[in-house]
C-alpha cells in the first residue's frame, strides 16, 4: 500500500517515513502543503497523513480541496492542537480520523489500518489470475491450494503487478512505486526482484504468469 505523509517538521517527517517503510508501506513525504497536489496528480494513494499547519496551504485547506474534487483517499489528520473545535473542523473538512500530538507510533499504525480496511471494505482486496491468489489485506499468496512466502518487497512488487493485471510496467514505474525512485537504467534491482518472483510463482507451474515484453516492461496475465 502507498502512503503519503505531509508533515513539515522534519525529524518527524524522517521518522514517519523510515518507519512506515519499515512496515512494508511505499511512502512518499512531503513538507509543504503548495506540493501535495502535484503529489496527488502523480500517484494514487490508500491513505494521507495529513498534518494542519503547513507552510503554503494549510492541511484543513487541503482537505477540503481533495473532497471538492470527489477524491475520496482517506485522510489522517496530525495537528498539535486537542480542542474540540479543532477535532470538529477537521472532521468537517472530510477527515476520517485524527490524531494529537506527540503521539506513539504503534497508533498511527493501528489508525491507518482500520482507515484503508474501511474505505476498502466493499471493494475486494483479494485477487486472482488463473491459479494464482493474491489477498492484499491478510498479505497470502496462493497458486492453487499451494501457499507461497513472499519478502515484503516480493510482495510490494506481486500486488502493484497484480493490481495492474494485463498493463504493461516499465521498469521506471516499477522502481518508483516500489523503492520511490526513477529507475537508472544501470540499475537492475527491478529485474532481480522479477525474477525471484519468478522462480516463486512460475516455476513448476503453468501457466506462467509474469510476463518480459522487450523494451516495454514487464506484465502480469495469462499469456493467449
Known amino acids: 500500500m502507498r502512503i503519503l505523509v505531509v508533515e513539515d517538521e522534519p525529524e518527524l517527517n524522517r521518522m514517519l517515513k523510515k518507519r512506515l517503510t519499515e512496515a512494508h508501506y511505499t511512502v512518499d513525504a512531503c513538507d509543504d502543503g ?10 494514487e494513494y490508500d491513505a ?3 498534518d494542519i499547519m503547513l507552510p503554503g496551504i494549510s492541511g484543513l485547506e487541503l482537505l477540503r480541496r481533495m473532497r471538492e474534487k470527489g477524491d475520496r483517499t482517506p485522510v489522517l489528520l496530525l ?9 470538529v ?9 485524527y ?27 483479494v485477487f486472482t489470475v488463473a491459479d494464482l491468489t ?7 499468496v496462493k497458486r492453487g491450494e499451494t501457499a507461497i512466502e513472499l519478502s515484503g518487497k516480493e510482495f510490494m512488487m506481486l500486488e502493484y503487478l497484480i493490481r495492474n493485471a494485463g498493463v504493461v510496467l516499465s521498469r521506471d514505474k516499477i522502481s518508483r512505486h516500489i523503492w ?10 527491478v529485474d532481480v526482484y522479477i525474477r525471484y518472483l519468478r522462480k516463486k510463482l512460475d516455476d513448476g507451474y503453468s ?12 506484465v502480469l496475465r495469462v499469456q493467449e
Open 34 to 43: 503548495s506540493l501535495v497536489q502535484d503529489y496527488l496528480a502523480c500517484a
Open 89 to 97: 473542523a477537521g472532521l468537517d473538512s472530510g477527515a476520517d480520523d
Open 207 to 218: 501457466p506462467k504468469l509474469i510476463h518480459t515484453v522487450r523494451g516495454l516492461g514487464y
Open 134 to 140: 493474491v489477498d492484499c489485506a491478510a498479505r497470502t
Open 48 to 50: 494521507v497523513v495529513l
Open 180 to 189: 520511490n525512485y526513477d529507475y537508472e537504467g544501470g540499475s537492475n534491482v
Open 79 to 87: 495537528t498539535a492542537k486537542d480542542g474540540i473545535e479543532d477535532r
Open 99 to 125: 490524531l494529537v500530538k506527540p503521539f506513539a507510533f504503534d497508533e498511527l499504525l493501528a489508525r491507518l489500518r482500520v482507515m484503508v480496511r474501511r474505505a476498502s471494505k466493499s471493494v475486494s482486496e
